[in-house]
Nanobody, 122 residues
Framework: QVQLVESGGGLVQPGGSLKLSCVASGSIFSINAMDWYRQAPGKEREFIAAITTGGRTNYADSVKGRFTISRDNAKNTVYLQMNSLKPEDTADYYC????????????????WGQGTQVTVSS
């Protein structure tokens, strides 16, 4: 089994910064992309950012230029540096691991973390 655990959420003032981390643990052979999503109260979960094993990144327009996704493949860890935070960034932030193999010939699976709460408020 594979577990994803997010950390780093909290309360921050508008204009502030936070860095989220997500560690994937368990029996892992490989992980393709690792992503961040968020879900605000009463809204659907939305894509925020993604990074491949090779370091290729993709961002939602709403966070481009403010958020940076990075990854430590050796530690199966993905980070999300969030700068210039706005009240509309308030949400639960979820980590997602795509195309995870637990062995060379194992099927590809997807895993989600439990989420970490980010509140941007003065």
């Amino acid at each position: 089994q594979v577990q994803l655990v997010e950390s780093g959420g909290g309360l921050v003032q508008p204009g502030g910064s936070l860095k989220l981390s997500c560690v994937a643990s368990g029996s892992i052979f490989s992980i393709n992309a690792m992503d961040w999503y968020r879900q605000a109260p009463g809204k659907e979960r939305e894509f925020i950012a993604a990074i491949t094993t090779g370091g290729r990144t993709n961002y939602a327009d709403s966070v481009k230029g403010r958020f940076t996704i990075s990854r430590d493949n050796a530690k199966n860890t993905v980070y999300l540096q969030m700068n210039s935070l706005k009240p509309e960034d308030t949400a639960d932030y979820y980590c997602n691991a795509e195309d995870v193999r637990q062995c060379r010939t194992c099927p590809l699976r997807e895993y989600w973390g439990q989420g970490t709460q980010v509140t941007v408020s003065s």
